[in-house]
């Protein structure tokens, strides 16, 4: 990657966004634009005490030298090409309003109003906020369910197959890519399928931007035969929380109505930090990529050796043989089951959080999913290990048993004529949660993380749902987007 250069003549090595905003905020200014702080003269003494004063020095908006987000020509192109060839797409969009926005254009990119759309029915609240703006209709397909681990995992070519055949009108297909837990699905043939129909192929690869940097990493997206992907930069490599990428390869996404959609959902006064982090991330992983992942695949090899000797704790691994929805797997991720020792993943998040400073990324009902990035230290390991060590002693033997959870209820097609828009636009009413059964639901529901909905607008609202949510409840998860936080009530659609 070093020794290419684009067509503005800057290599790998260079990042020509940060390096201009660095300049200008080192310049002499009077300021009499946005923001109001000035430049950092403005802002609260305490704000300043705990960021310093240089971030809010850079904190700049779209001067001339620092191009436009929406039609860019300098700075930001040249560093949106950069990025394109990092990460081996034709073209690539910085994402100031997280993967959030690129999944909501990338709906919106290739569905209109009514159209059909192929999407797994646990894809993240964003593609439900996708379906909502666009209008189009959601063909859910169930992803394989693997009980003895409690997790849901990818949906499979066949199942994507069948879709197809029932749906010949679809306009695209959406897949997750990878799981939260590192899960990946054989994306290449469900890319087969998806071009087979014409249509192109979306995926939220939300936590897999470092998938292109390591041979034992999974295939990227892209090269697996996705047309349009979503990075989280800011989620696995050195971005700022709300940086994000769009890469598109090919020429089934017309990239100029992806660029009017994303005007659409990103701010028109994006933050230049933010931008800049997607540019100095991508820079390092061009240049030190192979050499931080090989780091980080390390210490997760450290941490699944170590913990899987803690008696009462097991730890995902690969199945042999392999199983449906379950093609290859990001060792960066670790998830440690609790279930053996009385533990609910909740339970235990809270006590390794207040006992031991330790935090993972995803706790539910029997296991912890932990994210082990470039950020990560052996003293990391070290201590999360170490923590592990003596939740297992003091819960050894298990000190109550703890009953199998539903997983994850999912239909796997509506079951209103409702799509998401008319449900959500829909005039409503608020009523007891015992008397919403086979109503049709006017609200997005679902436990976060990981953003999954259980309930979205437009279908009906079954009893396992509720039960499952009441259940994330008592077991200390957090459920968002319900107008009563307590689930006594739940929004309708009106007869």
């Known amino acids: 990657m070093l020794s290419r250069s684009n067509s503005f003549g800057e290599t790998q090595v260079q990042m020509p966004l940060l390096a201009a905003l660095r300049s200008l905020s080192r310049e002499a200014d009077t300021p009499f634009y946005a923001p109001g702080h000035k430049r950092g003269r403005g802002i609260s003494p305490t704000l300043a005490e705990l960021m310093g004063a240089s971030v809010f020095q850079a904190d700049l908006p779209e001067l001339p030298e620092l191009d436009n987000l929406f039609a860019p020509e300098g700075v930001i192109a040249k560093a949106q090409q950069l990025a394109a060839k990092a990460f081996e797409a034709d073209r690539t969009w910085f994402l100031a309003n997280g993967s959030t926005c690129g999944i909501v254009a990338a709906i919106l990119a290739t569905c209109g109003d009514g159209d059909k759309i192929i999407l797994p029915r646990n894809s993240h609240q964003s593609a439900i906020a996708g379906l909502i703006l666009s209008g189009a209709t959601p063909i859910f397909v169930n992803p394989e369910y693997e009980p003895s681990l409690d997790l849901a995992l990818s949906v499979t070519p066949e199942a994507v197959e069948r879709a197809l055949k029932q749906h010949p009108d679809a306009k695209a297909v959406m ?5 939260y837990q590192g899960i990946c699905g054989d994306l290449s043939e469900i890319a087969r399928l998806a071009h087979q129909s014409e ?3 979306l995926a939220d690869e939300a936590h897999g931007a470092h998938f292109g940097f390591h041979p034992d990493l999974p295939p990227t997206a892209l090269s697996a035969g996705a047309d349009l ?9 050195g971005a700022m929380t709300q940086a994000s990428m769009l890469h598109v390869r090919g020429d089934r996404i017309d990239s100029h109505r992806l660029s009017q959609a994303l005007q659409l959902v990103q701010s028109t006064s994006p933050s230049y930090l933010l931008l800049a982090s997607l540019d100095a991330a991508r820079q390092q992983m061009a240049v030190q990529g192979e050499e931080l992942m090989s780091r980080t695949l390390a210490l997760g090899d450290r941490a699944r050796a170590a913990i899987a000797q803690i008696p009462g704790l097991w730890v995902l691994e690969t199945p042999k043989p392999p199983i449906p929805g379950w093609k290859e797997r990001d060792l960066t991720r670790l998830t440690v089951g609790v279930n053996l020792l009385g533990l609910r993943g909740f339970e235990a998040d809270e006590i390794l959080r207040q006992r031991f400073c330790v935090t993972a990324e995803l706790p539910l009902p029997h296991h912890l999913t932990f994210m082990i990035t470039l950020g990560n230290t052996a003293t990391d390991i070290d201590t999360l290990t170490q923590a592990f060590q003596t939740l297992a002693r003091d819960r050894n033997p298990p000190q109550s048993s703890i009953s199998p959870s539903p997983h994850l209820p999912i239909s796997p097609v509506p079951l209103s004529p409702l799509t998401p828009r008319q ?12 008397q919403t059964i086979g109503r049709i639901s006017t609200e997005l529901i679902c436990p976060y993380p990981p953003g999954i909905p259980v309930l979205m607008p437009g279908e009906a609202i079954a ?17 968002t987007g319900c107008s009563d936080p307590t689930l006594q009530t739940l929004k309708v659609v009106r007869k």
């Open 463 to 479: 009893t396992d749902s509720l039960a499952y949510l009441q259940q994330i409840l008592a077991l200390g998860g957090c459920i």
């Open 199 to 201: 249509i192109p192929l």
């Open 175 to 179: 897949v997750v890519y990878p799981t």
């Open 229 to 237: 992907t979503v990075q989280s930069a800011h989620k696995v490599l």
């Open 423 to 434: 449900a959500f636009f829909a005039a409503a009413e608020t009523l007891p949660t015992n």
